[in-house]
């Protein structure tokens, strides 16, 4: 069993030419053709096939970006939510000081 890694760009734009997996000189176990457009190699899961351009991983990224703001205006909401409640805490306190019903005296 084998595959072919066509040709590809690498990330420095050279043209890397197609191979065949898996490769002389290689791991005999690698028959299958992994990697992302840019950087290809051969390996032995079939699982880590990626025939995605990097674009995929935008969407990972806008994924966390959402779950990220989402967690910030939760945050920014319990801020907001203790500082009114402790403003409304001390406002409400009464101004006067409570009279006990002992008066000091100077002897």
């Known amino acids: 069993m084998s595959a072919e890694c066509s040709?590809?760009?690498n990330?420095?734009?050279v043209l890397v030419s197609g191979f065949s997996c898996p490769r002389a000189g290689g791991d005999a176990r690698a028959v299958y053709c992994c990697g992302f457009q840019d950087v290809k190699y051969c390996c032995d899961d079939p699982h880590s096939?990626?025939?995605y351009e990097h674009s995929y991983m935008w969407w990972l990224s806008v994924g966390a970006l959402v779950g990220l703001s989402i967690a910030a205006v939760?945050?920014?909401a319990f801020i907001i939510t203790v500082c009114v409640?402790?403003?409304l805490f001390i406002?409400?306190?009464p101004?006067?000081?409570l009279d006990t019903g002992l008066h000091l005296q100077m002897a």
Do not use: G, I
């Open 7 to 9: 040709s590809y760009l």
């Open 11 to 13: 990330a420095d734009k």
């Open 49 to 51: 096939f990626f025939p």
């Open 74 to 76: 939760v945050l920014f």
């Open 85 to 87: 409640l402790c403003y």
């Open 91 to 93: 406002s409400t306190k």
């Open 95 to 97: 101004r006067s000081k």
